[in-house]
């Protein structure tokens, strides 16, 4: 079975930009998540989806959004790019959204200049 | 808030040696603990997760931890190291209801001297 995969793997926009990544969760999979690790903050959740619903939040500002599709598939943006965006973006799947075991994919490498 | 802290910033150790890295949580009732490890560039590997039952849980790649309610506790140990398992290491705690969010631990990273 395939795992999470996430596209694409290393992005570079300028500050002001918007940014969108995309993940694919492993097949079956309907609960995304995703988080944002960076050297100062570590790994710090940004939210869940299930059922193209969003689940929980963590504390991020609104420029941050995500958004699920009906075949599990996830995007999140992020608007008005700012230099501490620049980070490594995770995405998880889980079977359901009840802590099950996340699994992770590769990530996205982002740098805002 | 449910935590988690890992004491250790960066390990260093002898291959074949034991390993033992530590994690500490925060929460009243019993948490959902795991443990993962990121090699560079690379996203998250599960290890091992406990949610209930037997405190001492087996995962992959010869990694043992052993939930202590008593030390609120979930150590990672592994008796003899690879000089492949340089990697960092976070634990990470989560609990029903809060959906799947994790709190991750600020890891550790662990080098291995050949």
């Known amino acids: 079975k395939a795992g999470v995969t996430q596209t694409p793997r290393y992005l570079i926009k300028t500050r002001g930009q918007q940014v969108t990544l995309s993940c694919s969760p492993i097949?079956?999979?309907?609960?995304v998540s995703w988080y944002q690790q960076t050297p100062g903050q570590g790994l710090q959740f940004l939210f869940e989806y299930f059922s193209e619903t969003q689940r929980n939040k963590g504390n991020f500002p609104g420029r941050f959004s995500g958004r699920q599709f009906s075949n599990s598939r996830s995007e999140m943006n992020v608007s008005t790019l700012e230099l501490g965006d620049s980070a490594l973006y995770l995405c998880a799947s889980s079977l359901q959204t009840e802590q099950e075991t996340q699994y992770f994919g590769p990530g996205t490498r982002l740098l805002v200049l | 808030a449910q935590s988690v802290t890992q004491p250790d910033i960066h390990i260093t150790v002898s291959e074949g040696a034991s390993l033992e890295l530590r994690c500490n949580y925060s929460y009243g009732a019993t948490p959902y603990l795991f443990w993962y490890v990121q090699s560079p560039g690379q996203g998250l590997q599960l290890l091992l997760k406990?949610?209930?039952?037997?405190?001492l849980v087996q995962g992959i790649k010869g990694f043992e931890a052993e939930f202590k309610r008593s030390q609120s506790s979930f150590n990672l140990r592994k008796p003899s190291v690879h000089w492949s398992d340089a990697a960092e290491y976070f634990c990470?705690?989560?609990?029903?209801?809060?959906?799947?969010?994790?709190?991750f631990g600020t890891g550790t990273q662990l080098k291995v001297e050949l």
């Open positions: 097949s079956g999979h309907r609960s």
């Open positions: 990470a705690t989560g609990r029903g209801g809060g959906g799947n969010k994790l709190t």
């Open positions: 406990y949610f209930s039952g037997d405190t």
